[in-house]
DNA sequence: TTGTATGCGTTATCAG
DNA sequence: CTGATAACGCATACAA
């Protein structure tokens, strides 16, 4: 039994008897202050600080059931999508006196699945973001505890997803305006909701705006796969290009460079998501979104849910927009760029950039 | 007593029920399988997953004293430095079957030493990155438990070091080769190890090289307060300058532009971390440095400690390097570069770019 | 190989 | 307002 412990933390116990009163005193001078004399409050507290004591969590959430901490789930933490979002939903979550724990799941389901067992006994909720479990899975969870989804639209759960379909709208709008007819759709992994929902917001936009769309698979959402779908592009008489995201826009520029294709001259790209800031050259225009916003929603969702106990069917749609920069602009006058092969620029746009980032949301 | 638990999570005593056979038998089933019969474990096993049955881990620590889990506390998760540094941590850490828990301190040092307190006695050790706490509280909690460092030279505790001496010696080098005289060091957050180190490693490469060298403390480490202090660095009568981070080096960068100085023909620039990849115009060439290596490194180094018991004085120093890419250039012939106002470019460099972001590490 | 009994640190119940 | 004590779910001596 009794383990090794090289600095055995003081007890509750341990301040009770230094403070001459009972165990529970101690426990209600921590938990239910106002239960006990301000005198005896002081008294234990001075103990406490002085023996170095601090209460055990484990085996407080033993006692009460409640473990004061929540999971938050998602498949790369290197994207540049989560950072935000995570910080947002960890500093809710703090301020709330909960205690996270971050799982990266590596685009696997499997793994995460993992992940959730491993967590599931020591959090009271999780927050999965961009979830790539099975929708079963799921809600199997859901029923044993509280789930709040990111970019995933299953009903039934609370779920906060980014409305890209105003952004990607205007985007289409953008182009319109400059006249183009023919554009495509760069798509990213087929799991993914986002995906999903951008796909069709291009083409119904499209369809509104009678454009004729079409659609390309990159083979992974990366700078890489984006530079290598330039050559499909360029044979498919199109004008302008919205991305999955920044990342394959991003590649997408670099490729188009190498072809000796000017954006925006002959070519119109936006992006998506917005991770790139004005860092691209050209400046990439992108669709955006506070990606904080939503981890900060989805943890005042499950927070809030946690201590009401209600479990909600909420769908909250987060706003976004597009942010015109430097790569687009009016179709050119000749449906086709035009394909002369030409020497790379001295900087090699992208040899370095960004490879082997993924960026699935 | 008992939690109104909406759904009371079998225990290993149902088990044990549904089994007919004992609850050290269930318990042993999955902590010690090698101690029962095959077919017993089987047994166990087999009512387990019909129940749905997870140990839970929050006991079973009680019981042991070992929680499987570890803390990551970082100053900023968006600092683009650290999700590498955390998904790393993060895998090897899963690997091992540990769980981790995340914790941000937005940079407050105060913040951090909270998140310490509450999870201290629900992990096994924590690792700290570019920790903003005094040493002394650093090295009260390693009384405790294990703590690995990264980013933070405390003697008597394994810690992980980028070391950029051996990056920006190149980068000082790569200048002096092009025949630069006078550069500055643009310096990052005073509490950050990494900017003390890289301001002396820029100081004693120049000395070595016969450069002269100053130094200009940007406000914080962002792409705003490298901006601002453009107009001090073209006061200066340097021909190049080392950043503390590619934020700082990028807003150096919108800056220079604004002012119509041309970079790399009139000044030269050198970025720090190289987070922004090629993705900057003009590329930016920066030092370089494996931060996902830092994150395993310290998981690694956190398990073994956990694992052994052995708490050693490891000391792991990281290699950088010098990515060369497209602002640096041949020191101009006029020593000064020329200031003439100028429009800003259509686009504009950086309006949109990062504003916010911190970046000490 | 398996079962019984006890303790881990805390909170909740019930008396005082 | 405070104290004694039984849980919470699990792992482990000890017994069988």
């Known amino acids: 039994m009794r383990p090794i412990k090289t600095n055995p933390s003081p007890t509750i116990s341990d301040v009770a008897k230094?403070?001459?009163?009972?165990?529970a005193t101690v426990s209600r001078a921590f938990s239910r202050p106002e239960m006990l004399r301000q005198e005896t409050v002081n008294q234990v507290r001075f103990h406490a600080t002085k023996l170095g004591y601090l209460p055990n969590l484990a085996a407080r959430a033993l006692s009460t059931g409640r473990q004061g901490n929540i999971a938050i789930l998602v498949p790369d933490i290197a994207n540049p999508f989560f950072p935000p979002l995570l910080r947002a939903a960890q500093a809710t979550a703090d301020f709330a006196g909960y205690s996270v724990f971050l799982g990266d799941s590596d685009e696997d389901p499997?793994?995460?699945?993992?992940?959730?067992?491993?967590?599931?006994?020591?959090?009271?909720?999780f927050i999965l973001a961009s979830s790539r479990m099975q929708n079963k899975k799921i809600l199997e969870l859901s029923e044993r505890q509280p789930v709040v989804l990111i970019n995933r639209d299953t009903p039934g759960l609370p779920r906060v997803l980014i409305d890209t379909v105003a952004g990607i709208d205007a985007a289409v709008a953008h182009l319109a305006a400059f006249g183009h007819?023919?554009?495509?759709?760069?798509?990213?992994p087929a799991a993914s909701w986002s995906d999903q929902q951008r796909r069709s917001a291009v083409s119904n936009a499209a369809a509104r705006h009678k454009m004729k769309m079409q659609s390309v698979p990159a083979r992974h959402p990366s700078f890489d796969a984006g530079r290598e779908v330039t050559s499909t592009v360029l044979n498919m008489d199109v004008t302008a290009a919205i991305t999955f995201d920044d990342f394959v826009a991003h590649g997408l520029l670099a490729g188009l460079a190498e072809q000796g294709v000017l954006v925006p001259r002959d070519f119109s790209v936006i992006g998506c998501d917005d991770v790139l800031g004005a860092s691209t050259y050209p400046a990439l225009t992108s669709v955006s979104a506070r990606c904080d916003?939503?981890?900060?929603?989805?943890?005042?969702l499950l927070i809030s849910t946690l201590q009401t106990g209600?479990?909600?069917?909420?769908?909250?749609l987060l706003e976004t927009w597009l942010v015109i920069r430097d790569t687009t602009a009016p179709a050119p006058k000749t449906g086709r760029p035009k394909l002369k092969k030409k020497v790379l620029p001295k900087n090699n746009l992208g040899d370095l950039a960004f490879t082997g980032t993924r960026s699935s949301v």
Chains 1, 2 share one sequence.
């Not at 230094?18 to 165990?23: E, I, K, L």
């Open 293 to 300: 916003e939503a981890g900060r929603m989805a943890a005042d």
């Open 110 to 125: 499997e793994r995460e699945q993992r992940l959730v067992n491993k967590l599931v006994m020591q959090v009271e909720g």
């Open 18 to 23: 230094a403070a001459s009163v009972s165990t």
């Open 310 to 316: 209600k479990r909600g069917d909420v769908r909250c």
């Open 181 to 188: 007819q023919h554009l495509v759709y760069i798509s990213g």
